[in-house]
């Protein structure tokens, strides 16, 4: 007879090398037993790391781990398991390779129920190991949709709760902190969180308020509800926000966390008084827990750049922008360059607002207005914390500026951000804000712009020939030349935009002496873009056609994303 998979499951947790745990893991087999409790325990008492208890659990039972929130998960997969099944059962389809369904399960050793599940599927299941609340947390994002979201707001608005739209405060707070209330908003952030957006807008209309994602950079409404929840919706957001209900007069701003799986989901809350009653706007951040790090390999960053940048985050000094509109990749870029030279021999420090990934051996610090910790504060005690290099979420005044530039002249590098439309534009932005062009000049060594185009999906992309009119206009030395563009067409993937995805494209102005001169004299940024230009820089346009001809985005997307400018 076969031992229990829980037993060997102990047994491979006191198997592990330099494993001194065996009091503490006793104790918990005495008070959990040694079912999937025993498990959640292991994790909870930090025994073992959370993956690594996962996959030595899926090894008892003799299957692979997987973690739904990191593995690839399709449609077909998810629709071949109804989701009162899914729920019952606590199974997910994952992916479907050669005709069998990969399904991750609580209790993937349990050959009757993945049986019955082959069954109702109609097709051969390959279980692996998740953990349940991974799955559970996964079931309610993979399987909300548009539809579900209206049934459940059509349902509360019957309800009668909320039929008194002047609800005194005390009131509005009970109404907002009831279940179903809270069971929308997750309902909402789940769906937006499936559709892979970055910002949730709920918006109050004269006849009824209206829920729009941002997705893949466009504004795409997704339902209406009635007026009477708007209150009740918006309230809630306040109270798991921390901010004041009875104030409606006034923008607020706040944050607030959801616990999805093992990740906690990060969101940014922006309220404003309108004609109709609050507006708000949700930014959802990236999670602070597991997040697939991009690497600037990774980044589809065309080469005439990327071997640039890379050279540049060696230097030992000097300070280093990245600039573009909110919303253009700047962190994530600022992130995968930390990647690269994060080394155990280099001491790297963050100063954040808010902390968005967690990155292993690097110290991060949040910004905290309510105790007056600004950027400047961190950042003047950063540097008696012996730092290498120094990464400033934002330069947003002359203190924090003129401090980066110190810190640059005295042999840290530095990494920021700057909202500027242009590579050059940071430069005489720095100046305007008050820091003087001698300390500018010698302290700045480079400047990336980006911009975020909307990708073409792949699902459903087509090849066609431009007009003569567009070669003529975007292609200056096409004449005589076969030149083939890519679109989307639209399909249920891409929610019938033609889009998936988003793609980023830059422009690199690395600091010549010569543009150190003109900085030293109050140059204008046309003359820095002219002096970027003899030395081989690239506009962003450039860059942007560059990712056009590869098929990775359309002319639409470069025309609403950049100007014409010098070097297109």
């Known amino acids: 007879m076969a031992k229990s998979p829980d037993t060997d499951f102990v047994d491979l947790l006191l198997a592990r090398p330099n494993f001194d745990a065996g009091p503490e893991l006793q104790a918990l087999v005495d008070r959990h037993g040694r079912g999937l409790p025993l498990l959640k325990a292991v994790i909870a008492e930090s025994i073992l790391p959370r993956d690594e208890a996962g996959r030595l659990w899926a090894q008892s039972v003799g299957c692979a781990y997987v973690d739904p929130f990191a593995s690839i998960i399709t449609e077909e997969a998810v629709a071949a398991i109804p989701v009162e099944i899914a729920k019952k059962t606590r199974a997910i389809g994952l992916y479907l390779i050669d005709g069998v369904l990969t399904a991750a399960l609580a209790t993937p050793g349990d050959e009757a129920l993945v049986k019955r599940l082959s069954q109702i599927a109609q097709l051969p299941i390959s279980p692996v190991f998740a953990l349940p609340e991974d799955i559970e947390d996964s079931i309610l994002i993979q399987y909300s949709s548009e539809k579900n979201l209206e049934e459940s707001l059509g349902e509360l608005e019957r309800s009668g709760l909320f039929n008194q739209p002047d609800l005194a405060a005390e009131k509005l707070a009970a109404s907002a902190d009831t279940t179903p209330v809270a069971g929308i908003l997750d309902e909402i952030i789940y769906y937006a969180i499936r559709e892979r957006a970055t910002d949730i807008h709920i918006e109050p209309q004269e006849t009824l308020s209206r829920i729009r994602f941002r997705i893949d950079g466009r504004l795409t409404e997704i339902l209406t509800f009635s007026r009477k929840l708007h209150r009740s919706v918006i309230a809630r957001l306040k109270i798991i926000s921390s901010l004041n209900i009875a104030e409606t007069r006034f923008p607020q701003d706040g944050r607030f966390s959801v616990q999805i799986g093992s990740n906690k989901a990060n969101f940014r809350l922006s309220t404003i008084p309108a004609q109709f009653g609050e507006k708000a706007v949700v930014r959802i951040l990236a999670s602070s827990g597991k997040k697939n790090m991009l690497t600037l390999d990774k980044m589809l960053i065309s080469q005439p750049v990327l071997q640039p940048l890379k050279r540049l985050i060696q230097n030992p000094s000097g300070i280093i922008f990245v600039t573009g509109p909110t919303g253009s990749g700047k962190t994530t870029t600022l992130y995968a360059a930390l990647n690269e030279i994060n080394t155990p021999d280099v001491n790297i420090s963050t100063i954040e607002d808010p902390i968005e990934i967690q990155l292993a051996g690097v110290t991060q610090t949040q910004v905290n207005s309510h105790i007056d910790l600004k950027f400047s504060t961190v950042l003047r005690s950063l540097l008696r914390q012996d730092p290498d290099v120094i990464l400033i979420g934002e330069i947003r005044d002359l203190e924090t500026a003129k401090i980066a530039t110190e810190a640059a002249l005295t042999g840290h590098l530095v990494l920021a951000t700057l909202h500027t439309n242009t590579a050059a534009q940071a430069i005489v932005r720095l100046v305007e804000i008050g820091v003087e062009p001698y300390m500018v000049a010698p302290s ?125």
């Open 444 to 568: 700045v060594i480079g400047v990336l712009a980006q911009r975020l185009a909307a990708r073409i999906c792949e699902n459903c992309k087509e090849v066609y020939i431009p007009s003569p009119e567009v070669l003529a206009r975007y292609f200056h030395d096409s004449e005589g030349v076969d030149v083939h563009l890519y679109r989307g067409r639209g399909c249920s993937a891409c929610r019938g935009t033609g889009y998936k995805g988003r793609v980023a494209f830059h422009e690199l102005l690395l600091i010549s002496e010569e543009i150190r001169s003109l900085i030293s004299s109050g140059a204008s940024t046309q003359a820095i873009s002219q002096a970027a230009a003899r030395i081989g820089t690239r506009s962003l346009r450039y860059d942007g056609l560059k990712k056009v001809l590869l098929g990775l985005t359309t002319i639409e997307e470069i025309e609403a994303n950049t100007s014409q400018e010098w070097g297109s």
